[in-house]
């Protein structure tokens, strides 16, 4: 136990990976077999997250769990990998969602075993970004969670998929140059690619940047200048912030129903997490000079997100805009958190970043839902034509229920998660950005639009009697999926302070 304790992170990282090669070993045409051993594998990362969970000590400073090795020499790169009051709620979500969204892929009948793969290479691609302490691989594991999603919209996705999959590399591909560069830049000033002492040395830095081979030096506020725009564009592709935002519609609409979770769920905040890992503790300087643009885009994407969602009739695109909407957000919180930081209104900057990180969390869980209940419809309906459906309600009265408790959820009604986490980044950003905060609840009474026209066009109104031959009710494999996420739905509506606690702990110490 002592040896599993000491080296947890890569067993939670690497178990997905071991399970997508040996799926390999399992022959091809024994289906059942190899989406239930894809599942119970999956379960291993998430038995090792609530362990890691329940051990964490949020009152104890810096990094935990940590685990550093020697990798690349050559560069002073190292196998580093750790988490914080941060990190520890990302990786629980990324553990959840994935056997969830492996759980609701019955219905994929096709090269079943490279799809099952594929899902649990993604998934270690996405933990090894939120364990990582080191920027080298930082970058390689934020490429990795790149090819597999690419695939699984490329190969499983719906009639357009070679255009969305081609979008979505192409976004994302863009972003990672600025990534690399920024990195490089960072190494080469720093003289280190290690997360924690880059903080260190690189706020430090006053020396000018020698090229070499070249006679000429870089003013150290050039190379930050480069580096931080480098960083704020990536990330803001991969958010994505407004007007960054144009591939994801496109992305979640032709992606299968668990590429589209994951999608949400937790690929999205990837590029959140980036701002709080590396934006604001790198340069909080260029953060608050920048703060004021950043929280137009993020007040922005709240309301266009908001009324594009609106304005969908596809069921599945409206939920993709609500996306943009909601991360809006997170954005939100994190511009607040870098304009007042070390100011007057420091308590308000905890506030706000608390609420985002909280909302990266909520967001997860409600979109994964919500884009589960669309996937549902569409596997007995084979429409995401709002017009199309209606009435459903009497057909199908546990699905509406949980429809509607999922879409309430998502909408931020009280004593459910969403409320929580968004009532936080409005409470800490209004004394900070108060005429851009006033303008972001015009998103909010959208939301409420664009959530209750969802419903009724599905749940409500007259019945389209050709959906009387089909049964169009929940199974229980789909319900056994989307119980965890009501639960914690429910959980952290009523109850916030367990998650709230472990996040504020860490954000009072790195940025109050």
Known sequence: MDFIESHLLSFILFSPAVAAIALFILPREN???????????????????????????????????????????????????????????????????????????????????????????????????????????????WELGLIPM??????????????????????????????????????????????????????????????????????????????????????????????????????????????SMILAGVLLKLGAYGFLRLVLPLFPEQARIFALPLAILATMAIIMGAFGAWGQDDFKRLVAYSSVNHMGFVVLGIAAAAFARGTLNANDAVIALDGAVLQMFNHGISAAGMFLLVGVLYDRSHTRDLNALGGLFSLAPVYGGILIFTSMASLGLPGLNGFVSEFMVVRGAWPIFTLLTALSMIGLLVTGAYILKGITRVLHGPLNERWLEHDMEINRREIFAIAPLMALMLAIGVWPSWIVRVINDTVQRLFG
Not at 194 to 222: F, H, K, N
Not at 226 to 244: H, L, Q, R, S
Request: net charge negative.
């Open 31 to 141: 289906v059942k077999l190899i989406r239930w051993f894809a599942f119970i594998s999956s379960l291993v990362p998430l038995g090792l997250a609530i362990w890691l969970w329940l051990a964490y000590d949020s009152s104890q400073a810096g990094f935990q769990f940590t685990e550093q090795v020697a990798w690349y020499e050559a560069i002073n790169s190292s196998f580093h990998l750790g988490v914080d009051g941060i990190s520890v709620p990302m990786v629980l979500l990324t553990t959840l969602l994935t056997p969830l969204a492996l759980i609701i892929s019955w219905n994929i009948t096709q090269n079943v075993r490279s799809y099952m793969a594929l899902f649990l290479m993604l998934e270690m691609g996405m933990l090894g970004v939120f364990l990582s302490l080191d920027l080298v691989l930082f970058f390689v594991f």
């Open 150 to 259: 690419y695939f699984l919209i490329n190969q499983w996705g719906s009639e357009n998929r070679d255009y969305a999959s081609m979008k979505f590399l192409i976004y994302t591909m863009a972003g990672s140059l600025g990534l690399l560069l920024a990195i490089q830049l960072i190494g080469l000033s720093s003289g280190s690619f290690d997360m924690i002492q880059i903080v260190e040395r690189w706020t430090a830095l006053t020396e000018p940047l020698t090229v070499v081979g070249l006679p000429i030096s870089i003013p150290i506020g050039t190379v930050k200048a480069i580096a931080f725009w480098a960083f704020v564009i990536a990330f803001a592709i991969k958010v994505p912030i407004w007007p960054f935002h144009t591939w994801l519609p496109d992305a979640h609409t032709e992606a299968p129903t668990a590429g």
